[in-house]
């Protein structure tokens, strides 16, 4: 398939991902994909490309609990044993962290798996015309 304006040819996975992580149309890296601080736009506004077939449902929550916790509970446990703080210090620092955190990841986790979606075909991105095709050297 001919390369068509600014959408890129490399579509693998990896640099899909990562334009979803920027929070980034995953045809053509440029257009907005979130249209709020969660909600998936139904076509960007660049490109045309229609995204309202992602399913992401509870996918970015559970890695955002899975990604804090696993950050924030050896952190914890590693600030106790060396400084030893307030019981109340120690909530309010890592109560502010945990959320701080999470905030920042749930939009992008969600992007990127928007991304993953459209990037493997999966759901409604399956179709042959909603996306380039990706190239095959080795044929």
């Not at 600014?6 to 045809?27: A, F, K, L, M, Q």
């Amino acid at each position: 398939m001919a390369h068509q304006g600014n959408i890129p040819e490399d579509t693998s996975i990896w640099p899909t991902v990562w334009r979803g992580w920027r929070r980034r149309c995953p045809r053509c890296g440029s257009g907005p994909m979130l249209s709020g601080y969660l909600k998936v736009r139904d076509n960007c506004p660049v490109c045309r490309q229609e995204l309202n077939h992602h399913r992401a449902d509870d996918g970015p929550a559970y890695l955002t609990i899975l990604i804090v916790g696993h950050i924030m509970a050896p952190m914890l446990l590693w600030v106790f044993e060396v400084w030893r703080p307030e019981p109340l210090m120690l909530f309010t620092i890592f109560a502010i962290g945990s959320v701080t955190l999470s905030l920042y990841l749930l939009p992008r986790l969600k992007g990127g798996m928007v991304a993953f979606q459209w990037a493997r075909g999966m759901g409604g991105f399956a179709s042959a015309d909603s996306r380039p095709q990706p190239r095959h050297d080795d044929q």
